[in-house]
């Protein structure tokens, strides 16, 4: 006897069939577009590792958050590269820090944009961790100001870096942030912030953590473009083992418990698996980083002619958005959206 065939090709024939049977769609409605602002004035450097991205003065920032929100971009995500850095992160709490500065430009300028402040240190120390550094107890005990000389008596000081993270949130709120982003990976940021911003009568402003964020090598390009690679040893003792999804999860309930309001998993391509696992047991909003090295591997294959970037700019986006995260953070936001207008 033949057997039966299905035919579920019947159901690919034409554009228009794809389309009404087609699950999972991109919209620029989800899109929050990641910036650089840099001290200056009509400052557009192009960043070596990341060609389309920009280092931009607030002037020139100001520009690119208006073509953004043209396009139908909601959301822009802002990075500061401050003047100087030193082992407090002044520049990320001054209340005329770079970022300060220039959300206080686009929210006069733009109003409507939803802005985000990613909340870390890296980019405002001296040494380039997400923390306080002090001496490990092994070494000497003492806390100290200038960063050890060898990586491996060093420690970075959650409990102190907290308090530098709940000043900061409360500086951005003050600059007009709408969201605030804590990505620097301490444990017990989320409830510190929150309780920082609801004393500063930000009640209403949320938090859309990091929650799991991993040390991956895919952030390359990012430390490139905001001058925040660490200057001795790396970020493995905050940041997650690429091995854990269980890990993961535990990340994501204590954020959520500490007060988050939405969840960040980063970076995408390479983590898909855990962005389903959190989609299918949270339900809070979820957001996914498309980093710098997703987008560098895909424009330095395009400019080999290797891939077609739009083609695969479209599926990386849609596979991240198939995966459950209904926000993507993405370099290409701008592109994106103008291939769904
Ligand atoms: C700050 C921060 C980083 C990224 C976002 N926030 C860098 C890092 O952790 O080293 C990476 C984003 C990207 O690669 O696009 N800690």
Known sequence: ?????????????????????RETRLTPESLVYPMFV????GVRKEVRSMPGIFNLSVDEAVQEARQAHALGVPGIILFGLPETKDEV?????????????????????????????????????S?????????APQSLGAAVAAPPAAATEYEIVNDATLELLARTSVSLARAGIDIIAPSDMMDGRVAAIRKALDQASFANTPILSYAAKFASGFYGPFREAADSAPQFGDR??????????????????????????????KPALPYLDVIAAARERFDAPLAAYQVSGEYAMIEAAARNNWIDRDRVMMESLLSIRRAGASIILTYFAKDAARLLA
């Open 127 to 135: 040494h380039g961790h997400c923390g306080i550094v002090r001496a």
């Open 236 to 265: 493995r003792s905050y940041q997650m083992d690429p091995a854990n999804v269980r890990e993961a999860m535990r990340e994501i309930e204590l954020d959520l418990e500490e007060g988050a309001d939405m969840i960040m998993i």
């Open 38 to 41: 840099c001290p200056g004035e």
């Open 89 to 125: 992160a002044t520049g990320a709490w001054a209340s005329d820090g770079i970022v300060q500065q220039a959300a206080r430009a686009i929210k006069h300028e733009v109003p409507e944009v939803l802005l985000m402040g990613d909340v870390c240190l890296c980019e405002y120390m």
């Open 1 to 21: 006897m033949a057997f039966p065939i299905t035919r579920l090709r019947r159901l690919r024939r034409s554009e228009s069939l794809r389309s009404l049977v």
